[in-house]
């Protein structure tokens, strides 16, 4: 099984958007058995409460299932399950390597799958209101993401 973590500060906004939709990405392309997907917050503001009333519109709107997601809090053993832990803004990159340590091959920035570099952070719309944003930036990142480990592990 390979493991994918999404990380973000309150774990209700941006990490648990990529999680559903990576998952559904995953499914589409009948690899639920090989690649399995989490999420969790550098904070812990939010621990235990579902994701924030405009990341539940958002995926409704594009019919993409987000029941049961819960927020939680990133730890050390996260990078010990996990084989990607992905980073949504710089600061949640600097807060998780103070956890492991500056080079941790596991960690890698969300910003990193996207085509149009001018982004240098995932937009945190809890802040800009924006989720039409952030989505479109998580749904080209979890495409990208899902064909990079079809290549790195060759799945099909
Ligand atoms: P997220 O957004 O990191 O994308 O889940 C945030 C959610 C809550 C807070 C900050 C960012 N907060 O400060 O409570």
Same mark, same amino acid.
Not at 49 to 78: F, N, S
Not at 108 to 132: H, I, K, N
């Given at each position: 099984?390979?493991?994918?973590?999404?990380?973000?500060?309150?774990?209700? +906004?941006?990490?648990?958007?990529? /999680?559903?939709?990576?998952?559904? /990405? *995953?499914?589409?392309? =009948?690899? %639920?058995?090989?690649?399995?997907?989490?999420?969790?917050? !550098?904070?812990?503001?939010?621990?235990?409460?579902?994701?924030?009333? =405009?990341? $539940?519109?958002?995926? !409704?709107?594009? =019919?993409?299932?987000?029941?049961?997601?819960?927020?939680?809090? *990133? !730890?050390?053993? @996260? #990078?010990?399950? #996990?084989?990607?832990?992905?980073?949504?803004?710089?600061?949640?990159?600097?807060?998780?390597?103070? &956890?492991?340590?500056? @080079?941790?091959?596991?960690?890698?920035?969300?910003?990193?799958? &996207?085509?149009?570099?001018?982004?240098?952070?995932?937009? @945190?719309?809890?802040? %800009? =209101?924006? #989720? /039409?944003? !952030?989505? $479109?930036?998580?749904? /080209?990142? +979890?495409?990208?993401? &899902?064909?990079?480990? $079809?290549? @790195?592990? &060759?799945?099909?």
């Amino acid at each position: 099984m390979i493991k994918v973590l999404f990380v973000c500060l309150g774990n209700i +906004c941006r990490s648990p958007m990529a /999680e559903a939709v990576f998952r559904h /990405e *995953v499914e589409k392309a =009948g690899l %639920t058995e090989q690649i399995e997907a989490d999420s969790a917050g !550098t904070g812990d503001y939010h621990i235990g409460k579902p994701p924030h009333h =405009g990341t $539940q519109q958002k995926l !409704t709107e594009v =019919g993409i299932p987000y029941k049961g997601l819960l927020a939680r809090q *990133v !730890t050390i053993q @996260d #990078f010990d399950e #996990f084989d990607y832990v992905i980073g949504m803004d710089n600061s949640n990159i600097r807060n998780l390597r103070q &956890l492991v340590g500056s @080079d941790h091959p596991k960690l890698m920035r969300f910003v990193d799958l &996207l085509a149009d570099s001018s982004y240098q952070e995932v937009p @945190d719309p809890y802040f %800009t =209101g924006d #989720f /039409e944003e !952030t989505y $479109q930036l998580v749904k /080209e990142g +979890c495409e990208n993401l &899902l064909l990079l480990i $079809q290549k @790195d592990r &060759l799945l099909s």
